[in-house]
């Protein structure tokens, strides 16, 4: 990065297109493994590879089917589920996983991560609100009813500060205009992850082994085939 000039973002875009450039490195590793197999890769944070450059979707074709691999791939998006505290954040972020699925075009899981962390700020019931994502949950946006507005209608905050523009009529608009496009597309929805709880650590990976057909992909067993081979086993000296 030093030697090149680029900064964090610009180094991960170098090194994407540096791997494009030398895919055999890729498929000499993936290619020998059969279909028992369940490959997790583990992409970095860098929203804009994602969502408006076309470096991880010409990845993905390669790995994909219509590629030179044939595997079957699962996209998982990762949503803090802080987010849903502040409600801009969570259509901003909503609509960027909303951009990854048009741009990957994979099937894709969406997941609200960290649910332990705000385990006592909301009730439940207000969590599920946010599975699906839709305009009503601005119509009670905290932010709202926010000491931030009350100071900034008094005069006494600088409107110029970015905590007056949140507050402001212009960025109340944007959000409902995001929100409203999520909510036309429909595309949306977000599984819930607390990796402290097995049972829904257990329902993420059921919904990733539907997406990419998993169970389907095994080698068909008839019921005692397991008992034979331990038998076998047993047996050799």
Known sequence: ???????????????????????????????????????IIDMPGQIELYTHIPIVPALVKHLTRTGALNVSLCAAYLLESTFVVDRAKYFAGTLSAMSAMIMLEVPHVNILSKMDLVKGTLPRKDMKR?????????DDDPADT????????????????SRSLMAGGSFKRLNRAVAQLI??????????????????????LSYIDDAIQYHEAQEPREPNDELENAWEDNEMP
């Open 1 to 39: 990065m030093e030697e090149m000039g680029l900064g964090p973002n610009g180094g991960l875009i170098y090194c994407f297109e540096f791997l494009l450039d030398n895919l055999d490195f890729l498929t000499e590793k993936i290619d020998p493994l059969t279909e028992e197999y369940l490959i």
């Open 130 to 138: 946010f599975i699906n994502p839709d305009t009503s949950l601005l």
């Open 146 to 161: 926010s000491e931030a507005i009350q100071s900034s209608n008094d005069g006494t905050v600088d409107p110029s500060t």
């Open 183 to 204: 909510d036309d597309f429909s595309m949306v929805s977000f599984l819930q992850l607390d990796v402290q709880d097995e049972d829904s650590v257990g329902a993420i």
